[in-house]
């Protein structure tokens, strides 16, 4: 059973990227000013991988080859600030191969995965310790942005109140974060003002080095965080708004094969043109999907702490 609908799938996604899908429109936005920002000294972006998945460009944005092989990460963003340490999502943890049972069939069967060391010990080997995090942000609750929890018990979970209502709700997509418990959830909200074109924002630090909008679409509390550094580099980490830099760069859609992973199709593909609009009033600004193993590895990494002494 599993084979010929594997096949099915594929040659589906073959004959997909055969087409020429055109990216969606995504017209400049005059009226987008670039927000103002004080990182403080100190303050730092780092990748934490935590495993790979493999993939291809034709199941990952519309209009990708087949033959384009893609490595997916999963694993946290860390920001080190002088007034707390975040977490973006957590990653695989040590129990990914049960993990992922939970996640979509599809995905399942067509992805191959490795692991790698958990958030927490990465954390640890760079002598941070996993009980002085501020939080884990979640981008979105989905089972391969929550795996890593249970590696760090006690540590609050910050969604926002949207998401925490889709993870105690019956989708399944959210059941392993339902698996893992909700005790250490925090739902937040947008106190701030109007940032980038959101409507609403949450200045974490006050300084603007960290801005949180609400971006639904992939799920019904996903978030996209603005982060800016002292060395002058503005990061936006979209979660899986894009699985792959195409999906805002074109911009383009999951391709149709993979798009059930969507909870609002409509929504996302507005998203993914505001970030597009985005990206064109900010050159430089780093887009940081969730899973592009090719932006991950441009992002500074956590050095190993000095244990000679
Ligand atoms: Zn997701």
Redesign the pocket.
């Known amino acids: 059973m599993r084979i010929p609908l594997l096949s099915l799938a594929l040659t589906a996604a073959l004959g997909l990227s055969n087409c020429s899908s055109a990216p969606l429109a995504a017209p400049a936005d005059p009226a987008l000013t670039v927000p103002a920002t004080q990182p403080p000294a100190g303050m730092g972006l780092y990748a934490v991988q935590t495993g790979r998945m493999y993939s291809r460009a034709a199941l990952a944005f519309e209009g990708g080859r087949f033959g384009d092989k893609r490595v997916f990460t999963a694993g946290g963003i860390l920001i080190r600030h002088p007034k707390g340490t975040l977490l973006f999502d957590a990653g695989f943890g040590p129990s990914v191969e049960a993990h992922r049972m939970t996640s979509p069939w599809l995905l399942r069967v067509t992805t191959k995965y490795d692991r790698q060391a958990t958030v927490a010990d990465q954390l640890k080997a760079a002598g941070i310790a996993p009980s002085g995090l501020t939080a884990v942000v979640l981008t979105?609750a989905?089972w391969d942005?929550v795996s890593g929890l249970e590696t760090l018990p006690g540590t609050p979970v910050w969604v926002t109140r949207e998401e925490l209502a889709f993870v105690r709700g019956e989708d399944a997509s959210t059941a392993l974060a339902r698996q893992l418990g909700t005790g250490s959830y925090v739902a937040f909200d947008f106190p701030d003002g109007p940032y980038l074109g959101f409507a609403r924002s949450r200045d974490v630090f006050g300084d603007g080095s960290v801005v949180l909008v609400p971006a639904p679409g992939?799920t019904p509390g996903s978030i996209v965080a603005f982060v800016a550094t002292p060395d002058g580099k503005r990061y936006a980490l979209v979660g899986?708004m894009a699985w792959q830099r195409e999906g805002i760069e074109l911009p383009a859609e999951k391709p149709w094969i993979a798009r059930r992973?969507d909870a609002d199709r409509t929504a996302t593909r507005s998203m993914l043109i505001r970030l597009h609009q985005i990206k064109a009033a900010m050159p430089g600004l780093i887009i940081v999907p969730a899973h592009d193993a090719r932006v991950w590895a441009t992002l500074p990494k956590l050095a190993p702490a000095d244990t000679g002494g």
Request: aromatic fraction near 0%.
């Open positions: 979105h989905h942005h992939h899986d992973v």
